[in-house]
């Protein structure tokens, strides 16, 4: 069974980072594709970036240059997790993020963190 647990978000002033973390198990990371998303209250689920298993990487236009989508190293312990770092954070930023990825056709997503951009 896939599963995927997201952490790291949290309340961080204007201007800071967060990195978050997407720990999967059933599933080789570096082998598939792997996303995060957000969602903010009274707004759709938007994809914020991806990382597919070739390593190509993708950015919504609202976040590039300020976040970063990696996997862990592939021989280390986090090799099946994929970070999101997230720099220059304003207010905007503020939602649920979400890592999802996709078997056979079917979406799989974590519970989510709270990411809270506040002075």
């Known amino acids: 069974q896939v599963q995927l647990v997201e952490s790291g978000g949290g309340l961080v002033q204007p201007g800071g980072s967060l990195r978050l973390s997407c720990a999967a198990s059933?599933?080789?990371?570096?082998?598939?594709?792997m996303g995060w998303y957000r969602q903010s209250p009274g707004k759709e689920r938007e994809l914020v970036a991806t990382?597919?298993?070739?390593?190509?990487?993708?950015?919504?236009?609202a976040v590039k240059g300020r976040f970063s989508i990696s996997r862990g190293n592939p021989r280390g312990d986090a090799k099946n997790t994929v970070y999101l770092q997230m720099n220059g954070l304003n207010a905007e930023d503020t939602a649920v993020y979400y890592c999802k990825t996709s078997i056979y056709g079917r979406d799989v997503w974590g519970q989510g963190t709270q990411v809270t951009v506040s002075s």
């Open positions: 990382i597919v298993g070739g390593g190509t990487i993708n950015y919504a236009e």
């Open positions: 059933g599933i080789t990371v570096r082998l598939n594709g």
